[in-house]
Nanobody, 124 residues
Framework: QVQLVESGGGLVQAGGSLRLSCAVSGLTFSTYFMGWFRQAPGKEREFVATINRNTGNTYYGESVKGRFTISRDNAKNTAYLQMNSLKPGDTAVYYC?????????????????WGQGTQVTVSA
């Protein structure tokens, strides 16, 4: 049974930082691209970042580029999202996802498995 479990969300003031974690089990972690998406109330799910299987190469959505950093630890089967300089517009439920594709993707339907999400709220 594949499980992706996010943690690290919470309430933070604008300008602050949070680090999200995504613990993965039930699949061979190192063979999957990992991605982060977010969804704010009343809005569509938005791509945040993705990281490839083992070289550490990354790709970011325009709205978070330069502020967020995605990383992974294949020995711990865990992906991370370091979020700095947070803004109220970053408020959303953040989801991690795993993809068995062979290319970077910002499209949610390219991801096979999803976590349950963690709430991030940024106050002004």
């Amino acid at each position: 049974q594949v499980q992706l479990v996010e943690s690290g969300g919470g309430l933070v003031q604008a300008g602050g930082s949070l680090r999200l974690s995504c613990a993965v089990s039930g699949l061979t972690f190192s063979t999957y691209f990992m991605g982060w998406f977010r969804q704010a109330p009343g809005k569509e799910r938005e791509f945040v970042a993705t990281i490839n299987r083992n070289t550490g190469n990354t790709y970011y959505g325009e709205s978070v580029k330069g502020r967020f950093t995605i990383s992974r630890d294949n020995a711990k089967n865990t992906a991370y999202l370091q979020m700095n300089s947070l803004k109220p517009g970053d408020t959303a439920v953040y989801y991690c996802a795993a993809s068995d594709s062979y290319y970077y993707s910002a499209i949610s339907t390219d991801y096979n498995y999803w976590g349950q999400g963690t709430q991030v709220t940024v106050s002004a």
